[in-house]
């Protein structure tokens, strides 16, 4: 998929503000091909929008389709300020603070891309019972990137295996584990999604 001019735009954004964890391109294509089958009238959820990139490939997957809405949760208001000042379709909500206290006020989701600490490395529960049945939950960084040290990379990979552990054991997920990009779990909630 040719890289939108939006991501191209937020990438830039990102490497000027020194933000160097923006979702890598391969991730962000995975994005955009899972939004673009999301179920009609259905919801995107992004846990930690970062400076937009990963958004950025949501929102791409998604055109030319405005019956979908996507909110992106953000706990740094600086970056959730400059995502922010991009120009985003009105179906895209932000809400600035901790996923973990925003998530269940927000209701139940069809894609979830879990993008921060809260929700994802701790919290995942929150997360998993924001799913609708038929619901997807993307997590990614299985694998620890290479300019983290190696003690930090041993607590990442030992942090991921406690994640992967927790979701294979849920009866009501269906999983799997892509050698993707860093590193793809992928989960769907078992049953019929919801009439749109
Ligand atoms: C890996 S970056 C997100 C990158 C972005 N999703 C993308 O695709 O480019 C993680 C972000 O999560 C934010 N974050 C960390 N803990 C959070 C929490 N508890 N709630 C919301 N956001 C959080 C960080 O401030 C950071 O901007």
């Known amino acids: 998929m040719q890289i939108p001019s939006r991501v191209t735009a937020l990438r830039k954004r990102a490497v000027e503000s020194n933000f160097p964890f923006s979702s890598e391109d391969s991730t962000g294509e995975l994005l955009a091909v899972l939004a673009a089958s999301v179920r009609p009238g259905g ?3 992004e846990l930690g929008t ?12 998604l055109a030319p389709r405005s019956d979908v809405s996507v909110v992106t949760i953000e706990s740094d208001c600086h970056r959730s300020t400059l995502a922010q000042e991009a120009d985003w379709p009105g179906w895209v909500r932000f809400v600035t603070g901790d996923a973990t206290v925003e998530l269940p006020k927000l209701g139940r989701f069809d894609l979830i891309f879990a993008d921060a600490e809260g929700g ?4 995942l529960d929150l997360t998993l019972a924001a799913l609708n049945l038929g619901a997807m ?3 990614d ?3 620890p990137q290479d300019w983290k040290s190696d003690i930090e990379k041993q607590a990442h990979r030992q942090k991921m295996d406690d994640i992967r552990r927790h979701v294979h054991a849920k009866p009501d997920l269906v999983v799997t584990e892509l050698n993707y990009a860093t590193g793809i779990l992928l989960a769907v909630r078992r049953g019929s999604p919801p009439d749109a």
């Open 137 to 139: 939950l993307v997590l």
């Open 120 to 123: 994802k490395w701790y919290g």
């Open 43 to 45: 919801r995107i959820c």
């Open 50 to 61: 970062g400076l937009g990139v990963g958004l950025g490939w949501i929102v791409a997957g």
């Open 141 to 143: 960084d299985l694998v």
